[in-house]
C-alpha cells in the first residue's frame, strides 16, 4: 500500500485466538502528512470486551426490546498527543506506537448465539481512535478477536484423551417399544450408548463413543421368517443412519426478562430365543435377537461452556436413533 493511500491511524494487530490472561500487543501507524491535515489532537487504543443480550417481549398491544450490555473488560493507553516530541524517524512520514494489554484471567469465551426472540453475545474488540476537536468525527480504526477462558481441566482431559483413554466409562441407556402400524405386538428396542466417564468434554479433541442398538421381536414363529428375509425391527447397519447431536442451553437476560471422524461397526447378529416352553424351537414360537454396535469419535468445535449473569451457556449431548432417544446427558465443553 503506497504511502498517500494511509489512513491518518492505521491499527497492526494480529487478531489471532488469545487465551485469558495473556498479553494482547500490537501497534498503531501514524501517518504524519494526514494527521496534520486531519487535525488530530489526540490518538489512544481502547480494548473492550462486553456481554450483550437482547429479550424480544410480545404482548397483545406492542412489542419490546430489552437489552443489556454489560462490560467485562475495559482499558485505554494515551499513546500521542499534538505537541508531543514523538516524531517519525527522517526521511519518513509513520510513527508506529507500540501497545500491550493484559487480559482479565476470568473471562467468558467468545460467541454468539440467537433464537427467535432473544440473542446473546459476548465480544472482544480494540479500537484506536484519532480524536479531533470540534465537530469534526474522530478517526475510528477497530478491530475484533477471539477469546477462550484459561481451563487447566480441559487441557488434562485433552492430553488423556489423545494419548487414548485409560479412565472410566459411562453407559446411557434407552429403551422403547414399537410396531408396524396401529395393531399387533410391539417388539423391544434398546440403545446403549457408552463415552468417556468425565463432568466435561474438551473442545477440537476426537473422543470416543459406542452405540449399541438391541432389537428383539415380538413372539413369533421360527418358520416366519425367511433366511433372506428382514427382521423387523432390524437395526440400522448404516453409519449415516445415526446421528450424534450436540444442543446448547443457554440462559439469556435483558434488564429482568429471561429467555430461555471415521466409524467402525460390528457386524449384525440374529439369534433365535425359544420361548420356555419350546421343545422344538423351529415349531414353536420364539423371539429374534438383532444388535449392532457402532464405534467411533466426534470432535467439538464449538466455544467451552460458561456462566454469567446475563448470559450462560450449556451443551447437552443427544443420541437419536431408530426414533430413541438416549437419556439426555448435561456436558460441561472445556477448553483444551
Known sequence: MGKDALDAVNLVFNSRLHVAGEFVEGAVDLYFPKLVEDDIEEVHIKLR????????????TSDTNYYQHVDICRANISLWKKGSTVY??????????????????NLPPSCFYSG??????????????????????NHRVQQSFPVLPVDNRGVRLRSALSAGWNGGWKTYEARDKIRRGIWGDYSQVHATLIFPDTNALPILTPIPVTLSIVTVTKTMKFDDHKEKDEIFPEPPQDSKKYELNMVYVNYVKARGYTEGGGEHMQAARKVWIPSNDSHDEKKHKGQWRQEVAFRSSFILDCPPSFSTE????????????????????HYSIAYG
Open 49 to 60: 470486551g462486553a456481554i450483550m443480550t437482547l429479550v424480544h417481549n410480545h404482548f397483545w
Open 88 to 105: 517519525p524517524q527522517p526521511n519518513t512520514h509513520v510513527l508506529r506506537l507500540p501497545f500491550r494489554f493484559t487480559l482479565p484471567v
Open 116 to 137: 427467535l426472540h432473544w440473542s446473546g453475545t459476548v465480544g472482544y474488540f480494540l479500537e484506536a481512535v484519532g480524536e479531533r476537536h470540534g465537530l469534526h468525527f
Open 310 to 329: 446475563i448470559l450462560s451457556l450449556e451443551a447437552i449431548l443427544i443420541d437419536i436413533t431408530s426414533e430413541i432417544q438416549i437419556t439426555d446427558v
